[in-house]
Every structure is written in structure tokens, then in C-alpha cells.
DNA sequence: TTCAAATACCGGAAATTTCCGGGTATCCAA
DNA sequence: TTGGATACCCGGAAATTTCCGGTATTTGAA
């Protein structure tokens, strides 16, 4: 009996390859592709025989994979869910590994190494890649100081930031004082821990917070 | 007699995916895999059969997607060169196909569509995308003036102006004076057309010459 | 050899960003 | 009803960024 995996990327050739290769493993099979979160869950709804593991992208369209791995757990707890990312920066390791992920793999990981992991995940029901295990413990530890939550002005303000804009310009396009944004940019860099509008900006754009 | 294809790009899973689909398609084979450009001219060297055609990714390390381009093109000029990006602006496509790409290929692209678009291109030498049609001639047009030339120096000094040193700080890290970062920043501001530092880094991001 | 481009440097001033302190009003949940 | 979070506002000063004007040396290609 195969093992069957489920797969989500908003990238149409990656999914696409990704799904040969796996395919190509021996005792592997591929039984559910889709370009973004939600498109996996109706997916799942409406399998007859539904992945064991399902990979997901961290960052998609209409449903993120966060998101997507909280609903799955939800409503298919059987399903096991693994992050797929770019990025290897503590809060989307966190988010997703909160959402009930059992493993975070990055893209650039090696083929046998994911299919080792793979292999590991459904008969043990977990895998740390390298780099993982060395920070969990501090991860864990540190867990409610992080996340900061950002609000919804802030977030707008954020826009308005990764632009040539002066604050100035951005309060009267914001209807605000300048003043009151001095406000979001100082909460925005305590949040972020950053000292110049540039390290915000470019922090807001690893936590997906700003699209580029 | 297979259609051969080389293939460049820095993530390593996709690379290994998207030579697993290539390989599953009737009549074609992956001949050569590399991680970057560099990787890819030696193996051209030393290869006893070369690609047919080689599909490079526009982003990465040590030597990118278009130098890699000229490179072959001078060196093995019987090697198509086939560009594959995430990002579709003008720039990129242009410096690409003026590298001397016969085809820009979008990374979402339908694997149908890629299998097309690598017979075509084996067949005639071309392929265009839809969406490079449509503005090949606006493109073409304004050619010369568009694509300002980066130094080294400035893209050095991009890479730290991406963060929240100041450029004294800078101005440190690289052995200059304020003054001399102070010319590239200027340099830049106007060659991207912005008029602060936010702008000049996100405009380099938008333009692939910084990573994030 | 000559010219352009890249590199390196300098002073001064205006504009913007950053940092510090303070404050009020509202709303919601404990 | 008290506290906490959010949204809003203000002044002042220091630091940094931006813009303006220059000059000199090196280097490689025409």
C-alpha cells in the first residue's frame, strides 16, 4: 500500500514537478494537488481515500498554508500536514508548527532527505530537519514574547511605508497627523525589533505582512 | 533521439522536481542539473552531450540566470537558452532575451504548456509566451533607455543598504568614506528613478538584484 | 592615446527620520 | 469599574538622509 501525499503550491510548474518526483519514489503516490489552501480542503472533503501527509506552502493565495493546516487538523485530524517554505525565519516556523504542523521543510531540501522525511513522518508521525531542532528548544521557550500582532492601521500604514513616501505624505493620504503614524512607525519598530524604516519594511515583507 | 534539456536553478528540490517531470515526458531527457551558473558552464564543458536546450532559472547565486545566458551563448552557441522566472517585469525579460534567451518562461506555467514550448523551441529556435507577445514591441521600443548598468560597487552597497545600518555604518563596512556611499546612493536613486531609501531597496528587490 | 566610466573624496544646507517625553477618548472584557 | 488595547494628538531635539555644488585618480575600451 502506497503512502499518499497530498500537495499545495500556488506555483503551478513546481506542484506540477514536485508531483513526478514524488511520484517517482517507490511506495509513494501522489493523490491530491492543488494551487492554494482552499482548493486542498474541498480536496480533502471530497476524497475517497485521502493523504496520509499533505504539503504545504507556507505562503499562497485565497487560503495560506498556516490557515490551511489549522483547518485540516480541524476537520481532517487524521491527516498529517507538513510546511513547505522559502523562509526559515522563527515566527513562520512557529505559525505553522502551531497550526499542527509535524515537520517544516524548507524547498531547497534535498530529494532523498524528503523522501526520508516523508518516510519518517507517517510511521513515526514526526521529522525535524536539521536546523530545526536546534532552535526549538529557544523557539518554545520564547514563544508568547513573539508574535507580535500587528493591527489592521498598522498593516495599512505598513503599505503606505515600502513606498518613497514621506511620513508626511503618508498622514495625509492616511487622513491622519504626522504625529499619529510617528506612532504606528514606533510600535512597528519595537514590534519588530528594527531601528530604520528600511529594516521595517523589509521585516514586514519576511513575514509575508507586505507583498513585493 | 530524445530531446536533451539542462537545467539551473538554486532550489534545490525544484530543480530535482522539475527534472523528474521533464524526464516523464515522452521523448525528452534532463541531461544536465545544476545550482547555479557556474555549475552549469562546467558541466557544458565537460559534457560529452550537450542540451539540447538549457532552461535557467533568472535569480541566483554565485552566477545569475543572465550571465549564464551570455556565457553559453558565446561559448556553446548551439545550446538554446531558455529563461524561467518567477517575476515577469520588463526588465528582467528584456535583459534575458538580450542575453540571448529564444524563450521567457513563467514559473507557473502549465507543464503542458512547458512541453510545448520545448518542442517548439527545439523545432523552430523560439517560443513566445503569451504574455511576452502582447509587449514585445512596446519593450523593444524603449529599449536603450531602460536597464541602467549596476556597478559591483553598488550592488555591494545595495546588499547592506537592505537593512538597518546607517550608511556611516556602511560607509564603515565597506572602507570608504560617507561621502563616496553617499555617490552610490545618489548613483542609484537615479538610475531606479526614487527618491529615498525605502524605494531604492525595494526597487532592487523588484529587480532581482537583492534577495530577502 | 584619448575618452568615458568607475571609483574615491569634500562641504554645506535643507528635509526627513528617529527618539524622547507627555497627553486624551473610546471600547471591551474581566 | 478598572485595566488594557486601540486610535489619536503634541513639542522638541538629535541623528540621519537627501540634495546641491564640486575635484582627482584609475582603468579599460575605442
Chains 1, 2 share one sequence.
Not at 487560503?63 to 481532517?76: N, Y
Request: net charge neutral; aromatic share 8%.
Amino acid at each position: 500500500m502506497d503512502i499518499r501525499i497530498g500537495l499545495a503550491d500556488d506555483q503551478q510548474l513546481f506542484l506540477r514537478s514536485l508531483s513526478a518526483l514524488i511520484s517517482s519514489f517507490p511506495g509513494f503516490s501522489v493523490s491530491a494537488e492543488a494551487l492554494n489552501g482552499e482548493e486542498m480542503l474541498l480536496k480533502l472533503r471530497d476524497a475517497e481515500e485521502r493523504p496520509h501527509i499533505v504539503l504545504l506552502d507556507v505562503s499562497m493565495p485565497v487560503m495560506d498554508g498556516c490557515m490551511t493546516a489549522e483547518r485540516i487538523r480541524i476537520s481532517f485530524p487524521e491527516v498529517k500536514t507538513v510546511a513547505l517554505s522559502m523562509k526559515q525565519d522563527d515566527d513562520s516556523v512557529l505559525k505553522m508548527l502551531r497550526a499542527g504542523c509535524c515537520a517544516y521543510l524548507l524547498k531547497d531540501i534535498d530529494p532523498h532527505e524528503l523522501k526520508w522525511a516523508l518516510t519518517q513522518i507517517y510511521s513515526s508521525g514526526y521529522y525535524n530537519a536539521g536546523f530545526i531542532k536546534v532552535n526549538l528548544n529557544r523557539l518554545l521557550l520564547h514563544d508568547q514574547h513573539k508574535q507580535p500582532v500587528i493591527t489592521d492601521r498598522e498593516r495599512e500604514f505598513l503599505k503606505y511605508a515600502s513606498s518613497d513616501l514621506t511620513y508626511k505624505q503618508i498622514a495625509s493620504k492616511m487622513f491622519l497627523s504626522e504625529k499619529t503614524v510617528d506612532g504606528y512607525r514606533e510600535a512597528l519598530f519595537s514590534k519588530f525589533n528594527v531601528k530604520s524604516r528600511v529594516g521595517m519594511v523589509l521585516e514586514a515583507v519576511r513575514r509575508d505582512l507586505l507583498r513585493i
